[in-house]
């Protein structure tokens, strides 16, 4: 366990029990109910880490949340805390990272607030706001590979489906992830209202409008992959009519020329057979029949 106390409106690392911000690793829960008396607050720790929650008790707020990680989602960072009036629990898995880290993005971001005089309040507010720092180079990262995708289709048409059902899932983690996070900020708003103060308050509602225009770019981008799906697949269509079209063609000029191999093919005595020029006659036919074929295709457009 490591404890912080705040001291400048930062937090910095103290040897006191009664410390304001305490750490507390997941693996450390069983020791840390014989040493703090959580006993009764490790099933809900438990319980709450695996998804967005927020839970209003008599003394105390459960506040879970998952910060993300773009390259791998199942690395993705579980976090519970349990805020009382005056010190915060903040439970973290420490295989993924480490308390400093955790204090000095919670640091980076007071410096920025003009009121931070509720700090473990703003805790919640402070590494969502983090969590969300590069969301939208990355989702525009995400816009240029589905763009990339679009354009290939001009010069080659190669196979994206797996690209795609790559993308879609990704998008599909984020508009569920943004969507957790919206209703979690609803929550804390309408239910501590009189709580949190007026600049905190102020602040986790431009978090809320942010993660609505998150959560809107996301969806447009789900929206925009399966547009790029539709026109793969209404391109694959036309190359298949382009092929059957070609197929059709060369169909057409070589039935009149089966017509005549089969005319003269049957076992009936035919003039044209004991005929001197019978020969050069069926040649000249079989000359002309194409040539008309090849005109009359030309002449209805069916070439272009």
Do not use: C
């Not at 069983?30 to 008790?57: C, S, W």
């Not at 239910?191 to 905190?200: A, I, Q, T």
């Not at 197929?247 to 005549?260: A, Q, Y």
């Not at 003039?271 to 008309?292: C, D, Q, R």
Request: glycine share 2%; proline share 2%; charged share 20%.
């Amino acid at each position: 366990m490591k404890n912080y106390n705040i001291e400048n409106q930062q937090f910095v690392l103290t040897e006191s029990a009664d410390a304001y911000l305490r750490f507390i690793p997941f693996s450390s829960l069983p020791q840390a109910e014989n040493d703090t008396g959580l006993a009764q607050l490790t099933e809900r720790v438990l319980m709450a880490k695996h998804d967005a929650f927020i839970g209003h008790y008599t003394d105390y707020i459960l506040f879970s949340l998952t910060l993300k990680n773009h390259d791998d989602f199942n690395n993705n960072e579980a976090i519970v805390m349990i805020i009382y009036k005056n010190y915060t629990l903040f439970f973290y898995d420490e295989t993924l990272t480490t308390a400093e880290i955790y204090v000095d993005h919670i640091n980076y971001m007071l410096k920025q607030l003009t009121d931070s005089s509720l700090p473990n309040l703003l805790i919640p507010y402070i590494l969502i706001r983090y969590d969300l720092l590069t969301d939208r180079r990355f989702l525009m990262e995400i816009e240029n590979t589905i763009l990339d995708i679009e354009v290939s289709f001009s010069h080659k048409l190669v196979d994206p489906q797996n690209k795609i059902l790559s993308l879609r899932k990704i998008l599909s983690n984020y508009k569920h992830h943004y969507l957790s996070l919206s209703d979690l900020m609803e929550d804390m708003m309408g239910n501590n209202s009189n709580l949190l103060g007026n600049e905190v308050d102020q602040n986790y509602q431009r978090l809320s409008n942010k993660l609505t225009r998150l959560y809107k770019y996301t969806e447009m981008l789900s929206e925009y992959v399966s547009q790029v799906n539709d026109r793969y697949r209404a391109q694959m269509d036309l190359n298949l009519n382009k092929i059957m079209k070609t197929f059709t063609i060369i169909s057409v000029i070589f039935m009149p020329l089966t017509l005549i191999v089969g005319w003269y093919g049957m076992n009936f005595d035919i003039p044209e057979l004991k005929s001197k020029y019978g020969y050069l006659y069926v040649t000249g036919l079989s000359i002309f029949m194409l040539i008309a074929s090849l005109l009359y295709i030309k002449k209805r457009g069916f070439w272009d």
